[in-house]
């Protein structure tokens, strides 16, 4: 039985530097369990390879990557999405809170704040595991390609992107809630 499933309740705010660790687990535990459905083991360790809390506190402080993160109150971190201007450039939920919303309300969000800084697209590097899901938000593959992993690897991956609303439709529309969503 899913955690997420008994407690799917969750809200979403701000990444600071002190949510490194917990976004470092939800990372690693995304690509080993939600991965695996797609990749190879190889492919699986070759992506979290030299990833660790400090990627994530190198990714706030020097590279001006803004975080939102989905907190549980049980459980703490549960998933987060990192952006830096039009890209999403991180989006990762916890298997225990898979298909609960949360991947699509973190999604939501980014898109909302992207358009707001006035952006007309989004644009995301994405996994095959996430494929599907930006498909069901309305992404486009724009080039299918190989992404070098941490370890080497180079795994198939798709270059993606969606138009967005411009700043002020965004403000005027709040984004989507699901059941369970409270931030
Ligand atoms: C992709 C990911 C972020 C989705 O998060 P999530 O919280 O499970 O997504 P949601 O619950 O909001 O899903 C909404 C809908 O998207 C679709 N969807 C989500 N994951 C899917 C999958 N693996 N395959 C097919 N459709 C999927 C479903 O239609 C789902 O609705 P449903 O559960 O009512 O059928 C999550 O699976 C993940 O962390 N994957 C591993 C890391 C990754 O590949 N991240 C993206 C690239 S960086």
């Given at each position: 039985m899913q955690l997420g499933k008994i407690l799917p309740r969750f809200r979403i705010r701000r990444g600071r530097p002190s949510d490194a660790a917990a976004l470092y687990a939800v990372h690693e535990r995304a690509v080993r369990v939600l991965g695996r459905r797609v990749y190879s083991d190889s492919q699986v360790e070759s992506?979290?390879?030299?990833?660790?809390?400090?990627?994530?506190l190198r990714a706030m402080h020097?590279?001006?990557e803004a975080f939102e993160v989905a907190v549980s109150?049980?459980?703490?971190?549960?998933?987060?999405c990192g952006r830096k201007d039009q890209e999403i450039r991180s989006l990762y939920v916890d298997p225990d809170w898979s298909r609960l919303g949360v991947g699509s309300a973190l999604l939501q969000r980014a898109e909302a704040m992207i358009a707001a800084e006035g952006h007309d697209k989004v644009v995301i590097g994405a996994s095959l595991v996430g494929l599907p899901f930006y498909e069901l938000h309305g992404y486009n593959v724009v080039k299918h390609r190989h992404w070098r992993t941490g370890g080497g690897l180079m795994i198939p991956a798709a270059d993606m992107e969606k138009p967005v609303a411009g700043a002020q439709d965004a403000a005027a529309r709040p984004p989507r809630r699901r059941a369970g969503q409270r931030g």
């Amino acid at each position: 039985m899913q955690l997420g499933k008994i407690l799917p309740r969750f809200r979403i705010r701000r990444g600071r530097p002190s949510d490194a660790a917990a976004l470092y687990a939800v990372h690693e535990r995304a690509v080993r369990v939600l991965g695996r459905r797609v990749y190879s083991d190889s492919q699986v360790e070759s992506w979290v390879h030299g990833t660790s809390p400090d990627c994530y506190l190198r990714a706030m402080h020097d590279d001006g990557e803004a975080f939102e993160v989905a907190v549980s109150r049980l459980r703490g971190i549960v998933g987060f999405c990192g952006r830096k201007d039009q890209e999403i450039r991180s989006l990762y939920v916890d298997p225990d809170w898979s298909r609960l919303g949360v991947g699509s309300a973190l999604l939501q969000r980014a898109e909302a704040m992207i358009a707001a800084e006035g952006h007309d697209k989004v644009v995301i590097g994405a996994s095959l595991v996430g494929l599907p899901f930006y498909e069901l938000h309305g992404y486009n593959v724009v080039k299918h390609r190989h992404w070098r992993t941490g370890g080497g690897l180079m795994i198939p991956a798709a270059d993606m992107e969606k138009p967005v609303a411009g700043a002020q439709d965004a403000a005027a529309r709040p984004p989507r809630r699901r059941a369970g969503q409270r931030g």
